[in-house]
């Protein structure tokens, strides 16, 4: 038995042996094999209900847990999928990772979960790693447009999926968002509300979910003959502080304001919000402002925020559903594309006056 060493008073504690297939044959009187295809949701369906429920029941009595590693060598799978996301810090990102354990434990695969930092270099140097570690599949969640190399390099190797942060034009199933509607939603919403001039505080062009973000504002704008002012600057990275950099920069550019803003996420609009707060600017008197995402608490800011929702857990549980089909053998296995809910809030109403134009 193995002994490992209590911390308080350094008393040796003993580990009970786990359970194995022969202990839980030999509980049953059964032929080992017999309990093997039972506990094996390949197998199990040559094995009778009845006997089926007993050993389950014992292996469970028994404390009998699957030697992954002996079944890998047996069937090639490690049961394993890797999300690989750029920032695990982003709030949005958390429900998609939900989304993926909640389909993954379904099919009793366990989801590993690694970060890139949002550095290229570091996503190749991941898949290299999760490709040695035999990983079953690969969910990429945080693409730019120069990992498509070596996105389409692992899909030669494992199921490969795209989620969370889009590619167009690679060879692997896509799960996405319709980013282009949602901002059309925004658009179309800031016409509604009597705006004449409005801007944006776009995120990398690298990344696909603003570049469709700009279009659809964009494109809707220029429909409803709106005066699409230039934007003050463009985020390196989509975070608060960057909202709060192209913010200064919009109000001390000397140029004609806006009356409404679209940031291209919550964060950028959260940090935008407190730099119009520091010089007395009001939201939604003065200027109205929308982001994108809903993360958690937009809905209970001081001034609530208006926003687009990411169906985040749908889209983590659509790109673990289509890498097991993928897994499970299905061929052309289509891409997902979710749709986005506009949510109105307190952060904008009709323009007021012409204060901040001046």
Wanted: glycine content about 6%; charged content about 20%.
């Amino acid at each position: 038995m193995t002994q490992a060493t209590d911390s308080p008073g350094g008393t040796p504690t003993r580990y009970r042996k786990r359970a194995t297939l022969a202990d839980v044959a030999a509980d049953l009187g059964l032929n080992a094999s017999t309990v093997s295809r039972a506990l094996d949701p390949s197998r199990n369906s040559m094995v009778s209900a009845t006997t089926r429920e007993r050993i389950i029941a014992a292996a469970e009595r028994l404390g009998y847990r699957p030697d992954i590693p002996a079944r890998s060598l047996m069937t090639g799978r490690t049961q394993t999928i890797v999300a690989i996301a750029a920032n695990l810090g982003n709030p949005t990102i958390t429900p998609v990772l939900h989304g993926v354990a909640s389909r993954s434990a379904i099919e009793g695969v366990v989801p590993i979960i690694a970060e890139t930092n949002d550095d290229s270099e570091v996503f190749v140097d991941l898949v290299d790693h999760m490709l040695s570690r035999r990983v079953d599949a690969i969910i990429v969640m945080g693409a730019r447009r120069r990992d498509t190399e070596a996105i389409e390099s692992a899909a030669r190797l494992v199921p490969v999926v795209v989620a969370f942060r889009p590619l167009l034009g690679v060879s692997v199933p896509v799960v996405m968002v319709d980013d282009r509607k949602g901002a059309e939603l925004v658009a179309a919403h800031f016409a509604d509300l009597g705006h004449e001039a409005v801007t944006q505080l776009p995120g990398p062009s690298d990344v696909m979910n603003f570049v469709l973000r700009d279009e659809g504002f964009t494109s809707v704008v220029t429909e409803r003959g709106l005066d699409l002012l230039l934007a003050p600057g463009q985020a390196e990275v989509p975070t608060f502080e960057e909202g709060r950099r192209l913010m200064r920069e919009l109000l001390e550019s000397g140029n004609p304001m806006p009356t409404a803003v679209f940031a291209h996420n919550d964060l950028m609009a959260i940090g935008a919000m407190s730099v119009l707060e520091e010089r007395g600017i009001k939201v939604p008197d003065d200027i109205s402002i929308a982001g994108y995402n809903d993360m958690a608490l937009t809905a209970f800011l001081a001034c609530p925020l208006t926003t687009v929702r990411y169906p985040g857990w749908d889209v983590g549980h659509a790109a673990a559903d289509t890498a097991i089909r993928m897994l499970a053998g299905e061929e052309n296995v289509a891409s997902v594309c979710v749709e986005p809910v506009f949510v109105p809030r307190a952060s904008t109403t009709s323009p007021q006056n012409d204060k901040t134009r001046s």
